[in-house]
Every structure is written in structure tokens, then in C-alpha cells.
């Protein structure tokens, strides 16, 4: 059974940091792409960072590039999001994502509010 479980969630003011992770059982997590995606209210889910299974080469969303860091441990099954200089606009719900060809598999979801 595929389980993947967030954790690093909060509430957040303006220009603070959080971390995410995201740990993963039931796969081979070392031959999956990993994303982080998120979704605010009233709004699709959108595709924050992404870093391939191997050679950790990493993409952004224009949004969140020179804040976000997405990082992988293959070792522990765990994928991170490391997020800088938050904006209240960075307020939704993240989600983890891993896919291989046409398997893929989400997170629970864990929600980031970012507030005075």
C-alpha cells in the first residue's frame, strides 16, 4: 500500500520560513518524479517545484522561484519544500505528488497560512 504523509504545515507571518516534507512507503520512491503542488480557495491546483528522481534537477513556478528549494533524500523516501520569505499570496493548500509515466500518487494535503 502507497502512503505518503506530509508534515510542516502552519501559520506563518509575512516573510517567515517553513519546511515541508513528505515521506513516502510502498514505492520505489528513488524512481519517481516528486512535485509539490498547491491549491488555493477558489482556485486550481497549480504546480509549485518539481526535482527528478535522479540528478536532482529541479523546476520552479515563476511565482515561487529564489524563495522555494525542493529537495530529495532517496535514502529516507522523503521529499522536502523549503519555503523562504513567504507572501500572504502563498496561502493554499500543499500537496506532495509523485509520478512515474502514467502512475501517480498525492498527498494528503497539509495547509500554509500566511498572516499578520
Not at 517553513?18 to 480557495?41: D, I
Request: aromatic fraction near 10%; charged fraction near 15%; include cysteine.
Amino acid at each position: 500500500q502507497v502512503r505518503l504523509v506530509e508534515s510542516g504545515g502552519g501559520l506563518v507571518q509575512p516573510g517567515g520560513s517553513l519546511r515541508f516534507s513528505c515521506a513516502a512507503s510502498g514505492v520505489t520512491f528513488s524512481t519517481y518524479v516528486t512535485s509539490w503542488y498547491r491549491q488555493a480557495p477558489g482556485k486550481e491546483r497549480e504546480l509549485v517545484a518539481t526535482i527528478t528522481a535522479v540528478g536532482g534537477n529541479t523546476n520552479y513556478a515563476d511565482s515561487v522561484k529564489g524563495r522555494f528549494t525542493i529537495s530529495r533524500n532517496n535514502a529516507k523516501n522523503t521529499v522536502y519544500l523549503q519555503m523562504n520569505s513567504l507572501k500572504p499570496e502563498d496561502t493554499a493548500v500543499y500537496y506532495c505528488n509523485l509520478r512515474r509515466g502514467s502512475v501517480t500518487y498525492w498527498g494528503q494535503g497539509t495547509q500554509v497560512t500566511v498572516s499578520s
